[in-house]
């Protein structure tokens, strides 16, 4: 067998490993009720949540409460299914947190609490085309 053929497998097979061992890590979506249900079956991998910010009818957010030190933070989500759910996070708050569209907590459940290790924001896009004045 040629040198080269060897080398092609051994390559193959080190990829094949590698995506085998990632697999175990993916996780997908889920709402506060399928996060609470992985957590009563043991699961500890990290579980995402989409959701939103939750507001009242002024637009002003509800929920929000900063630790004295400013380095934690906690607040109410409100998933897909409406279901809220108040998440600690242990970092200080993200830049443009309160402007953001959609949050994904990455964290699970401690008990009856669900403590983010991350957190992603989708915020509105400076690229979104912009209604002009009718004078523009």
């Known amino acids: 067998m040629k040198p080269s053929y060897i080398i092609a497998i051994v390559v193959i097979a080190v990829a094949v490993g590698i ?23 043991g699961s500890t991998t990290p579980i995402h949540v989409v959701g939103q ?11 929000l409460e900063s630790s004295a030190d400013k380095l934690s933070f ?7 299914n409406k279901k809220e759910q108040t998440i600690y996070y242990n970092e200080p708050m993200p830049p443009d947190f309160l402007k953001s569209e959609k949050v994904v907590v990455i964290g699970g459940y401690q008990g009856d609490q669900f403590v983010a290790k991350k957190i992603l924001l989708k915020c509105p896009s400076k690229y979104q085309e912009r209604k002009l004045d009718a004078g523009a």
Not at 53 to 63: F, H, Q, T, Y
């Open 19 to 41: 995506l085998v061992l990632t697999a175990g890590d993916a996780s997908s979506y889920v709402n506060f009720g399928q996060a609470k249900q992985l957590a009563a079956e």
């Open 53 to 63: 910010l939750k507001k009242d009818e002024a637009g002003n957010i509800v929920g």
């Open 74 to 80: 906690s607040f109410v989500l409100v998933d897909d």
